[in-house]
């Protein structure tokens, strides 16, 4: 039994389907979506407001236990989504109030989650409650990622303190010593990514080349598949004192779980990403040395492709944007760019901030004067 991963398979149910857009698929397995819902909603303390963590399982990890900061950030996510994709795939009043309740338990825990487990000397979130030494990385790139900060400040300060874990190979989690972990370290590059501070997307691009570097480049690798995790000094002796039993044959050279630079170069970077129920959005990173990025990815709902070039400009007033990008029919979205731009053509006519941007053709889009 393991908490963690029941709030894991929740974001995946989410996750499938908005990628599909199967409507029938969700009727069809709602009734099981809100049964692992309300397995969440009863395991949070009502005094406090977070879920207690009874089944620590986990992916290896050592703490965990107690009001888990992991196990609430992916709790606050799946609720978050679950209520969203709630909303937007039926017009069920029922399923709507559901949704509300959903998240009220969400935004009560992101307040707990803020007033419990945030230290402020170190701007990090501890483990859990009882602690004041551990202060996780899984826990707090899953905050970063998830959106538990409060304000663009806070984040800012969670994203920069990450970075302490950092080795000339990658960050040694702290929740398992000796130990450098190309999935919650993908999670982190991910978090970076989402943070709105200019300098977040280049420590994303500074941690992906530096441990996706060794693990694509090392001697000890296939060159062409990502290992499950190594040792703080490079080695395949990956939980070696954690069931593993000093035994490098027991380490994955080709896991799926240290992928995740792929899915965080194909949405973050390039930017167009499927955010909800038939909803995507263009937000590219602004991530300097890059001056061309494509990408594109199928769906049941249709193929998402996209282009992007910086175009130069008198520097005295900024840098030019070019951009194409195909969505499927029957889906919209909206284009947020991470520059103030002196004017921004969809199409040749002037896009309102925010304003929605129907799918089903390629769209052409043109910033001047990006600063």
């Given amino acids: 039994m393991s908490d963690t991963y029941h709030a894991w398979s929740l974001i995946s149910i989410f996750n499938y389907a908005v990628f599909t857009g199967d409507a029938e698929w969700v009727g069809r397995h709602w009734a099981n979506v809100t049964r692992g819902v309300q397995f ?81 000397g170190q701007n990090l979130y501890r483990d859990n409650q009882s602690t004041t030494t551990l202060f996780p990385q899984d826990g707090n790139a899953l905050a970063l990622l998830y959106n538990l900060t409060t304000s663009p400040a806070q984040a800012e300060a969670l994203s920069n303190s990450l970075t302490r874990f950092w080795t000339p190979l990658g960050p040694v989690t702290p929740e398992l010593p000796d130990t450098i972990s190309p999935f919650i370290s993908s999670i982190e590059v991910l978090a970076h990514f989402s943070t709105a501070h200019p300098a977040a997307p280049e ?52 896991h799926g779980w240290s992928t995740g630079p792929t899915l965080a170069l194909s949405f973050k970077v390039a930017g167009l990403e499927i955010v909800g129920w038939k909803t995507w959005v263009f937000r590219p990173s602004a991530v300097e040395a890059l001056g061309e990025v494509e990408a594109g990815f ?15 400009e008198d520097s005295r007033v900024g840098f ?21 731009c002196a004017t921004v053509l969809l199409d040749g006519v002037e896009l309102e901030p925010g304003a929605e941007v129907k799918g089903g053709a390629t769209k052409v889009l043109q910033a001047s004067s990006c600063i």
């Avoid at 296939?222 to 044959?249: F, M, P, V």
Wanted: glycine share 10%.
């Fill in 40 to 120: 969440v909603l009863d395991g949070i303390d009502a005094e406090s407001g977070l879920h207690e963590q009874k089944q620590p399982n986990d992916w290896a990890r050592q703490g965990g236990g107690g009001w888990n900061s992991a196990l609430n950030a992916l709790d606050y996510h799946a609720l978050k989504s679950l209520a969203g994709l709630a909303r937007s795939f039926t017009d069920d009043e029922s399923v709507h109030v559901l949704a509300q309740e959903w998240d009220n338990r969400a935004e009560r825990m992101k307040k707990a989650f803020n007033e419990i487990l945030w230290v402020e």
């Fill in 203 to 254: 420590r994303a691009m500074n941690l992906t080349r530096t441990l996706w570097g060794y693990l694509l480049d090392s001697p000890l690798m296939t060159g062409s598949t990502l290992a499950e995790g190594i040792s703080a000094n490079g080695s395949l002796y990956y939980r070696g004192n954690a069931g593993y039993k000093n035994d490098a044959r027991y380490t994955s050279l080709s």
């Fill in 298 to 312: 199928w769906s049941p709902m249709g193929g998402f492709d996209v282009q992007w070039s910086v175009v130069d």
């Fill in 320 to 340: 030019g944007f070019e951009a194409k990008f195909t969505t499927p029919e029957d889906t919209s979205g909206s284009v947020n760019l991470p520059w103030k």
